[in-house]
């Protein structure tokens, strides 16, 4: 497929390079891991294949070959030769076919998955775009206007030509993950990090405040800004290994949350950590909108993954049940007998 | 005056401090002095975690270590525990070292905050460099960007600390101070940490068998190809 429009840094991802930390290589992939694997599962693909994480728009590409898309996350009104889709929707495409993605109104990146997964090559392990380092991806950089795209072979074949949905986990998940506030502030959940205690009367304020996401913030980390916090004294660390969902007090007071590409070591006091199944919220959480963090616990995260994947598992099976009907159909072999 | 050498007694007694960052990521921070003989124990700790099969990852950091489990654990009060027990148990170890030496251009344009660790240190520019490439370095880890090495061993008269106000757009292969350690940069761009001079040097390869010039345990030595002063 060919690129025919992109704005600035929409990269290749997957779900991440991992095992790499110790020489000092971020773990990258897709922000939202969630939209991600459940585009993958509609398309047949293993749920570790490469797609387009696309956070500028528009964004328009050209078919060159018959395959399968599925579009996820942010719902960015996808256009197909000028019919409408679905949000969170697979489907057949043709060679020549176009496909326009638009600026989403709400939810900040989309993903767009082709059967068989995005063919770049495979850096110490991942296929995700490393813009610090610049390997990964396609050449190590964000899509342009003029690149191509291939797939790799494999993929399902066999999907209904109107396409094939999923309820976004949003809606399908929303008894598992905290209901935004009445100011639609999202509320995301974390544990107390390693200095909180140190910050004394200002940790309540930490919790208890809206924090707004600030214009300086991007895959690396966002930046938030609010009521500055301090700890009690200065505090002098020795640089330590991070995760994403970190949260960092800079000397300023406003904190910082680590996200997919972060720096793999730091040494700002760390308040809090935003549990990891949460991270695909913030993944989506825009620019200028407001979060707040809530005190949590290990049993609250576990319970909400497992939900997560019982929302993946009922998925692969509706997309096999439905690939296998239209495979018998057809007269051919469907995805359950060749499921890996 | 300098205020960065903070002395500490270190004994074997003393506990780790270990704390959760998230769900399921565990830091381990060795008390006491910021030296070798903790650096050692770390690599310890991260040699005999290696082998556990709820571990997904072990990064090594300045005497701590970053514990990245496979999944949320049931009970961290568990985990806690094992991981202090662990680090009661190790003991200093030697890595596998081998010695790099980087030439360095010291001083002119790439040196540009010499000038602003002299102020701090009360030495002239010729015994800051002196005193740079005098000593032998041990990478304690790697991590921030790919391959740098964390440097210990930096003299304490020129310790300096990390500049409030990074400079934006710091070349690669800068050669720098950040408060009591030294590292050679390896990617342009924003960057707290005072530049000395410059070394022309290729630490990561991302397409290598072993993407990291440097490991842990390696010793550095800088060599002084040239001074402009």
Redesign the interface.
């Known amino acids: 497929m060919e690129i025919l429009a992109t704005g600035p840094l929409n990269t290749v991802q997957d779900l991440g390079r ?8 971020t773990t990258s992939g897709a922000m939202d891991p969630l939209a991600l694997r459940a585009a993958n599962i509609l398309l047949g693909n293993a749920e570790t294949a490469a797609a387009v994480e696309v956070q500028t728009f528009p964004f328009r590409l050209r078919f060159d070959r018959d395959g399968a898309v599925a579009i996820t996350g942010a719902d960015c009104r996808p256009v197909l030769d000028g019919v409408p889709l679905p949000p969170w929707w697979a489907l057949p495409v043709r060679a020549g076919q176009v496909l326009e993605l638009t600026a989403p109104v709400s939810g900040a990146r989309s993903y767009l998955a082709v059967a068989g997964g995005i063919d770049v090559p495979v ?2 392990g991942s296929r995700s775009t ?1 813009l ?2 610049d ?2 991806g396609l050449e190590g950089r964000a899509l342009q206007q003029g690149d191509r795209l291939v797939a790799c072979a494999g993929g399902v074949a066999d999907l209904p030509a109107t396409g094939l949905g999923v309820v976004p986990p949003e809606t399908a998940l929303a008894a598992h993950f905290p209901a935004r506030d009445e100011t639609g502030t999202l509320v995301l959940r ?2 107390p ?2 200095e909180h205690d140190l910050f004394g009367r200002d940790a309540e304020r930490f919790w208890a405040q809206e924090w707004k996401i600030s214009a300086q913030s991007n895959r690396t980390g966002y930046r938030l800004s609010g009521d500055p916090i301090h700890p009690d004294k200065p505090v ?1 660390m ?6 994403p ?2 949260v960092q007090v800079p ?1 300023a007071g406003e904190p910082i949350i680590q996200m997919s590409d972060a ?4 040494g700002y006091p ?1 308040i809090a ?5 949460d991270l695909w919220r913030l993944g989506q959480a825009r620019i200028g909108s407001r979060i707040r963090l809530q005190r949590s616990d ?2 609250t ?2 319970a909400a ?1 497992r939900a997560v994947e019982a929302w993946l598992s009922d998925i692969r099976h509706t997309a096999a049940m439905v690939t296998d009907a239209l495979a018998g159909m057809a007269g051919r072999q469907g995805r359950s007998e060749h499921e890996d | 005056m300098n205020t960065l050498a ?1 002395p500490a007694i270190a004994t074997a007694t003393e506990a780790a ?1 270990i ?7 565990f ?1 381990v ?1 060795a008390p006491g002095a ?1 030296d070798l003989p903790a650096q050692r124990r770390i690599w310890a700790l991260a040699q005999a975690l290696e082998a556990q099969p709820d571990v ?11 514990v ?1 489990l496979k999944a ?3 009970d ?1 009060q568990a985990v806690l525990t094992r991981l202090r027990d662990a680090w009661a148990a190790s003991a200093e170890m030697d890595r596998p070292s081998r010695l790099i030496e980087i030439p360095v251009h010291y001083g002119g344009e790439m040196g540009a905050d010499l000038p602003a660790i002299c102020d701090f240190s009360g030495l002239p520019a010729a015994e800051v460099i002196a005193r740079h490439h005098a000593r032998i370095y041990t990478v304690f ?8 090495g ?1 440097l210990h061993g930096l003299d304490p008269a020129i310790f300096m600390p990390r500049k ?1 106000v990074p400079s934006l757009n710091m070349p690669k292969g800068t050669v720098t101070i950040g408060g009591m ?1 030294a590292g050679v940069s ?2 342009t ?1 924003p960057n707290g940490w005072n530049a000395l001079g410059y070394a022309e040097i290729e630490v ?1 390869d ?2 290598a068998a072993h ?2 010039l440097m490991a842990p345990g390696d010793t550095v030595r800088f060599l002084p190809e040239r001074i402009e002063l």
């Open positions: 991992f095992g790499y930390r110790n020489v000092g290589v850096v110490l490393a610090r380092g390997f990964g974390a544990l990090s390693g002098e020795r640089s330590h290994g991070l995760v969902g970190v000397p720096n793999t070591a730091g760390k950590g935003v549990i990891e199944i290990v049993a995260a576990i993954e | 903070t401090k704390s959760m960052i998230g769900s399921r990521a830091l921070e910021f997904q990852e072990l990064v090594p950091g300045m005497t701590n270590l970053l990245l949320t654990p049931a961290p880890a790697l991590g921030s960007a790919p391959g740098f964390y409030k350690q390896v990617l761009g990561f991302p397409h993407p990291a």
